[in-house]
């Protein structure tokens, strides 16, 4: 399941819990509950104070949306308002619906999206309600807010945290120009000399979807050839999956030396030695033997276009930013 489309999805449904554009707005009280069938445990739901354009409670196109979701078809009769949605990333498509309710001073809502990921079905849902507390606000100085949170990076030390955490500045819908330069630069820097950084960049690439080499306009295959020649002892486990042959050199030499250094009887060199390089008898582990005949798990990755692709333009509330980071957090980072 695409984390990338999951986020989209979480953005899409924050409906009515920030301004797409600075205006005079008033206080919210916004209250959802977000479904995933399969999860291993129930999601609580969320409240958040938030700012919302005045008039804008029963008006989704002025909503956060988001770059991959598209709103069509939004209809009001009366106090209802109902809607469709399109959620489209890397070609994996989610249809969705939603319907809203408003009163004098609340709403009541929910959202449905069905669809599949990765060759699986997915569905979620997600029921809210809004309750006014009034009062005046800046929906631009709200929008600023949240994009500060998101673009946070103070606690970023290391590459590999910066890696480790590049959908938070390349997936949300809100372009943070800054913390991107930083990820790019380091680990065009580090990427080609650093085995750990390579192989989180390459994971966060395939698993998550992050397309740092993209963004940042990485030649992956230039790459891959640069830090296999640092292979040694100290990170050849970690390189073996993008660098096989290497790995099966390094450890045919390492069975060398350590078989040229045995005791051998005259009658029996020979024999005996061919047994240790085979990996057989003498007491020495069959590890590497069964390591270098194991096809590779990750295929090392191919280039990636030069072209950086411009951050999307957004303002996804506090509300949906705290939803993105549990599915984050449940899909393996």
Not at 55 to 61: K, Y
Not at 92 to 114: C, H, L, N
Not at 123 to 142: F, I, Q, V
Not at 270 to 285: E, P, V
Request: glycine fraction near 8%; aromatic fraction near 6%; hydrophobic fraction near 30%.
């Amino acid at each position: 399941m695409k984390k990338h489309l999951i986020t989209s999805l979480a953005i899409m449904t924050s409906l009515l819990c920030a301004s797409a554009y600075a205006a005079p707005g008033e206080y919210w009280e916004i209250t959802s509950k977000m479904e995933m069938p399969g999860m291993p445990f129930a999601m609580p739901a969320n409240t958040q104070k938030t700012c919302i354009p005045k008039g804008a409670e029963n008006d989704p196109s002025k909503s956060a949306g988001d770059k991959d979701c598209q709103m069509s078809d939004i209809k009001t009769v009366g106090n209802k308002t109902s809607w469709k949605a399109r959620c489209d990333r890397d070609g994996e498509v989610m249809i969705g619906v939603g319907e809203q309710t408003t009163s004098a001073d609340g709403y009541d809502g929910k959202i449905t999206f069905s669809g599949k990921s990765e060759g699986e079905d997915m569905n979620m849902k997600m029921a809210y309600s809004g309750k006014r507390l009034g009062g005046s606000c800046d929906t631009e100085e709200m929008a600023n807010k949240i994009k500060s949170q998101v673009c946070d990076s103070s606690h970023l030390k290391t590459t590999i945290e910066w890696v480790n955490n590049a959908s938070q500045f390349l997936s949300t819908g809100i372009p943070c120009p800054k913390q991107k330069k930083e990820l790019c630069s380091r680990v065009r820097k580090e990427a080609p000399t650093d085995a750990e950084v390579y192989s989180a960049m390459v994971t966060s690439d395939s698993q998550i979807n992050t397309h740092i080499a993209q963004e940042c306009g990485m030649d992956m295959a230039a790459t891959t050839i640069a830090v296999c020649k640092t292979l040694s002892g100290e990170n050849v486990r970690t390189l073996s999956p993008y660098c096989p042959q290497e790995a099966k050199l390094y450890r045919e030499e390492q069975r060398r030396k350590d078989c040229e250094g045995r005791s051998y009887t005259a009658s029996s060199r020979a024999a005996d030695f061919a047994k240790c390089m085979g990996g057989k008898g003498m007491g020495n582990s069959d590890e590497d033997s069964q390591n270098d005949s194991m096809p590779s798990t990750t295929s090392p990755p191919s280039a990636s276009p030069n072209a950086e692709t411009p951050p999307s333009a957004g303002n996804p509330a506090q509300e949906i930013l705290d939803t993105a980071k549990k599915l984050k957090g449940f899909f393996g980072r």
